[in-house]
Each structure stands twice: as structure tokens, then as C-alpha cells.
């Protein structure tokens, strides 16, 4: 009969193997986009958009949730940033400067119809997750000698977050009436769904920081990480010089 010592380092084994085929099957979701962008809404959502009028609060932050817990973009960047943190106070601090950023755009730009180039925009998301990528491998200060201000990155990112939506939103002409409200809402939901897919990355995180192989394989996944930016980076601009 295994003892209870030797039963536990094959747990962690399972526990490492399924974090790192979860993080795969993230990389790979990436990988593999077709024409639904990272900021693309689904057909079913665009057309409601498109016909309602009027002040609609809960079906607004529904979509609002759904945008962040599917949008891989977000979320890569996300487990980038927060990927070598372990104090919450640290991680509030980082999250709550990329939704300040997502957020402030996000608004402004579809309430003042301020459109950017929605394969530029998103090109440039795929630069956020390709730095923090970079960040997490210390290739900055190996290569150049410096270390970028992470947090100011983290806010700057998020800004171009919030203009990769707000661009996608001003294609299908939001009703004027009930915008504010409408958007406020949507929002709010960006919010709610953003804590769920944190919650969700930060239990995964810590069970795989529990094993002995977390330091071993962060190297590699930060390291598909970056590739999958980079995919998106070229997805995005061969996009933008066919279309």
C-alpha cells in the first residue's frame, strides 16, 4: 500500500499536468482565431445591439460578462500580469489600473464615436500580452539593461483594451437612446466577468504554484505566452494590409 508521502508528489504531477493543458488549450484558443477577433461580438449579440432602443441594464451587463470571460486577449494578458504576484494588495493594485484603462476608454470612445483601426487596435493588444510576456522572462533587463514601469504598462494596455472594444461597438451603431445607461451597464458587467476569469486564473495559479515544477515550466508557459502575441500581432496585420 503507497504511503501518504508518496501518493502526494504524483497528486501534484496530475495537478501540474492539467494547469499546464488548461494554458495550452488557452494559447492555442489563440492560436487558432479565425474571423472572431479578440474583440468580436457574436452574431446573436450583434444583432440585438443593432435593433434595441431604449434603456436595457441587464441584458447590458450580461454582455458585458460574456465579452471578458471569452475574450482570450484579455485573459492572457490578465495571467501575464498577475502571473508572478502573490500578495492580493499587489494584485488589486495591477488590476485595478488595466480597468481603470479598459474602462475609461471603452466609454469615452464609443460615447464620443472615437473609432481606431480594429486590426491596428488589436494588433497592439497582441503587443500587451507579447510584453508582459517579455516582462515575466526578465528580457528587459537582460537585454537592455532597464526594467519598464509595469505599472504604468499595465494602465496603458488596459487603455488600448478599452479602444479594441469601444471600435467594435461604434461598427454596429449603438441606439443614441439609453447610450450612457447602456454603456455604463455593459461596463459594470466588463467588471463582474473580469473578477470571474481572475478568480478563475488566480485558483489555478495557486495550485500549480504548490508544485515543485512551477518555477521549472514558468519559463515555457510565459514563453507560449509570448507566441500566442505574437500570432495575433501577425493575424491581426495581415488582416489589416489584405482587407
Known sequence: MRSHREGKPAAARVVQRCLGLSLLTLCLATLGVSEAFAHAVAEGDKGYIQEIT??????????????MVTGYDHLLFLAGVIFFLYRLKDIGIYVSLFALGHSTTMLLGVYFNVGINSFLIDAI???????????NLGAYQRWFGFQPNTKAATLIFGLFHGFGLSTKILEYKIAPDGLLQNLLAFNVGVEIGQLLALAGILIAMGFWRRTDGFRRHAYTANVAMMAAGFVLVGYQLTGYFVS
Do not use: T
Not at 441594464?57 to 465579452?67: D, E, M, Q, S, T
Not at 493588444?125 to 516582462?135: E, F, M, N, R, T
Open 125 to 135: 493588444i497582441g503587443l500587451s500580452v507579447v510584453y508582459k510576456a517579455l516582462d
Open 54 to 67: 431604449g434603456v436595457h441594464l441587464i441584458p447590458f451587463v450580461y454582455l458585458g460578462a460574456k465579452h
